[in-house]
């Protein structure tokens, strides 16, 4: 049975961990779809530390541009995705269309039959970019999460560790999938 949470936060608000903890309720096998590239000294030191705390019971698959296919071919009861925020900052990078990349996304968490945790950061609640890409990020960013978040069964926003539940569906709505 499908079920899709979308868990929204700022930086270093707990949304991570929060999702992770929302596997541990899974027994065997759970995967963790990485989106992050290792790019430089920092990047691994803050990936190698992201993977030791999330500790044993996970399958880690590098999807950094193609998350759609990672999340439609894994075969496990739970997959976590973090985080559409870095995932949309490398499709930015590598000058792929943002939109129909959000599309295919989407189509497939309408279609995906097993339960998906999706980590994505609110990028909204701060100051107006001062230049024009950072505003262009800052507004794909709020349109990949208003899609996430039509089509998920739930929605919970982070801040401080804690979690504030914004939307708990009881029963399937008709999502759009494009658009």
């Not at 990936?47 to 439609?72: C, F, K, M, N």
């Not at 129909?100 to 999706?118: F, H, S």
Request: aromatic share 4%.
């Amino acid at each position: 049975m499908r079920k899709v949470t979308l868990v929204l936060g700022g930086a270093r608000s707990g949304k991570s961990r929060h999702a992770e903890a929302l596997g541990q309720a899974y027994a065997g096998r759970r995967i963790y779809v990485a989106t992050a590239e290792n790019t430089d000294a920092e990047m691994a030191d803050r990936i190698a530390r992201h993977r030791a705390g999330r500790g044993e019971g996970w399958d880690t698959v590098e999807a950094p541009l193609d998350l759609a296919s990672a999340i439609a071919s894994a075969k496990a009861p739970f997959v976590l995705v973090d985080c559409i925020t870095v995932w949309l900052g490398n499709l930015m990078h590598h000058n792929r269309d943002l939109a129909a990349e959000l599309d295919v996304l989407c189509k497939v968490l309408a279609e995906v039959q097993t339960r998906v945790v999706i980590v994505s950061n609110e990028v909204g609640l701060s100051v107006v970019p001062e230049n024009r890409m950072a505003r262009a990020f800052r507004d794909a960013q709020g349109i990949a999460n208003q899609r996430i978040a039509e089509l998920a069964d739930e929605v919970i926003f982070v801040a401080a560790g804690l979690p504030l539940i914004l939307k708990k569906a009881t029963t399937r709505r008709r999502v759009r999938t494009k658009g």
